[in-house]
């Protein structure tokens, strides 16, 4: 297996998600991530006659990427967010065999200074994966102080939510805040000393505006409603995720798909004649080998979860 790789985007656990998704020559597949196209490209080149993957992004600039990439290949590049994935099938009038979501932040989105992702280089405060819409800025600049905070801790799981929304709230109302390293200040500033030496003070921060921006968890809701029932009997889905409320949500979806009779446990048989869906190739989640951490951080907090339609 070739590893494609590019200063767009490196894929995260590449020969793991392939492995996942088992493609058959002739195969229909849905990648409703493309990014740079990492996962894509190795997926789509192992198809033939009337093998076809249908690769959705609501990335402009990850579709211009995927489509020079990807080119020659049987695959058909959709400007759409995975949310619309049941849409995008029954259009073409088909069901997948295996349905790939990688949830990550491509690294293009993190390392163009002018996306505003991330808190290591001065940016306009914006963190739209769709280039549309309301930026990181407006909500910053717009939300009450307890909304803030509510997102901070809900989204971002940060323990001192409220001192930095009292912060951003303070800040704001000498100036606007603009920039990424703006808030980025404003969050060091508002939390103990001690905080600041775990890792980025920040992150948690940019992870819940990122997620409240781009409406992340709703958007996984809906597709996880939809990808299981979209795909043929003995397809899977396969998801990789990067922070705990994700994969959190994603778990629970594949356990209530794999479980069977709901009886309560005081009746002598089951009445119920539920049937599991699915049942999961691997019960707990993959994750980054020692050797791809090695050329690839970004793929430490990866958990790859896997779950097969019943026939």
Known sequence: MTQQQSGYHLPVMLHEVIADLKPRPDGIYLDGT??????????????????????????????????????????????????????????????????LLDLGVSSHELDDGSRGFSFHQDAPLDMRMSQEGMTAADYVNTLSEAELADVLFRYGEEKYARSIAAGILRARAQKPIETTLELADIVRENIPAKARRDKHPARKTFQALRILVNSELDVLKIALDQAFDALNPGGRLVILT?????????????????????????????????????????????TASAAELAVNPRSRSAKLRCIEKAE
């Open 242 to 286: 990067f922070h705990s409320l994700e994969d959190r949500m994603v778990k629970q979806a594949f356990a209530e798909r794999c479980a069977g009779c709901i009886c309560p446990p005081e009746f002598p048989v089951c009445v119920c004649g539920r049937k599991p869906q699915g049942f999961l190739p691997h019960k707990k989640p993959l």
């Open 34 to 99: 493309v990014g740079g196209a990492g996962h894509a490209y190795e997926l789509a080149r192992q198809l033939s006659g009337k093998g076809h993957l249908y690769a959705l992004d609501q990335d402009p600039d990850a579709i211009a990427e995927a489509g020079r990439r990807l080119a020659g290949l049987p695959v058909t590049l959709i400007r759409r967010n995975f949310a619309d994935l049941k849409a995008v099938l029954d259009a073409e009038g088909v069901r997948a065999d295996g349905i």
